[in-house]
T-cell receptor, first 112, second 116 residues
């Protein structure tokens, strides 16, 4: 089955540690996206990538980093510089033609 | 700049009653519009989309939406809801990004609560 996988489902970290969230897709989509979701605020775009080896900052990129070395993979690193990292993180992908985005199941990150 | 407003943060409704979830957008260019549904602790699932053509769009699970350009609205409707429709619903509009690609702007969501 084609789709997007995110791992792990739940992640716990101590403050000051970097953590990397995984996102893999087998839909052969060119574009991939990372969103952050907080209660009552909808989804906010962190980073996106339209093609391998290229990515762009979204609306809230500070404290995050990404890489896009393979078409199928778009990992997100939450660095210690992110002041409030506890949130639900969603990865998505799309083709340039269809515009709609397909979402993974999400990773809930808790930093204490 | 594009923006999306979902006027109701929560909509309670009884089972088998009709429901409308409201969405208004602002944009200076032609847009594509989407509705997504999110069940607790899950990702978003596409319900329906408007790209062009007929302004009445039918989606999955018996939902439909009507694009109204003059009122800049894209309200979601269902004639008879089920308990299983309880979820968070997000309206989204496409927007041009800095690198000539597109990105989605999401509303803050409407929680549909279906009561027996």
């Amino acid at each position: 089955d084609g789709g997007i996988t995110q791992s792990p489902k739940y992640l716990f970290r101590k403050e000051g540690q970097n953590v990397t969230l995984s996102c893999e897709q087998n839909l052969n989509h060119d574009a991939m996206y990372w969103y952050r979701q907080d209660p009552g605020q909808g989804l906010r775009l962190i980073y996106y990538s339209q093609i391998v080896n290229d990515f762009q900052k979204g609306d809230i990129a500070e404290g995050y980093s990404v890489s896009r070395e393979k078409k199928e993979s778009f990992p997100l690193t939450v660095t210690s510089a992110q002041k409030n990292p506890t949130a639900f993180y969603l990865c998505a992908s799309s083709t340039a033609v269809l515009y709609e985005q397909y979402f993974g199941p999400g990773t809930r990150l808790t930093v204490t | 700049a594009q923006s999306v407003t979902q006027l109701d943060s929560q909509v309670p409704v009884f089972e088998e009653a009709p429901v409308e979830l409201r969405c208004n957008y602002s944009s200076s260019v032609s847009v594509y519009l989407f509705w997504y549904v999110q069940y607790p602790n899950q990702g978003l699932q596409l319900l329906l989309k408007y790209l062009s053509g007929s302004t009445l769009v039918k989606g999955i699970n018996g939902f439909e939406a009507e694009f109204n350009k003059s009122q800049t609205s894209f309200h979601l409707r269902k004639p008879s809801v089920h308990i299983s429709d309880t979820a968070e619903y997000f309206c989204a509009v496409s927007a041009p990004a800095m690198d000539s690609s597109y990105k989605l702007i999401f509303g803050s969501g409407t929680r549909l609560l279906v009561r027996p």
